[in-house]
């Protein structure tokens, strides 16, 4: 049996929404919120897999250096707080802003739509 695809889009955003309520209510580093991250996660990774998302996409070529910069810089704080304890992680700065439920939700569905969005990326080419 094959749900219709806006059948499929009501479910997806009903379990997104769900999923940032979860962790809107529960707060901060809970059990209930990490459970919550981490089952929506494997769902959209499951996804992602069984679609072959990406498979099928343009090599993304000079495109990607501004992106490997954003993370080569990522990674360069990361380290450089491990070797300076009086420097802030990425995760200890964005603490003040995801205090407060609503957006701490927000940014949850933020993740999981920018997954959806990789999933819905171009999967393999079919013969015509």
Known sequence: MRCSRSARRLTCAAAAVSCAAAVAVAGELSTVALLAVLAAGAVVATAALARRAGAA???????????????????????????????????DLADPVLASPVLRGGATLVWLAAGAWLVTRAGPRRPG
């Open 57 to 91: 996409a343009a090599p993304v070529g000079r495109r990607g250096l501004p992106w490997l910069g954003w993370l080569a810089a990522a990674v360069t704080w990361e380290l450089a707080t491990l070797a300076a304890d009086d420097l802030p992680t990425l995760s």
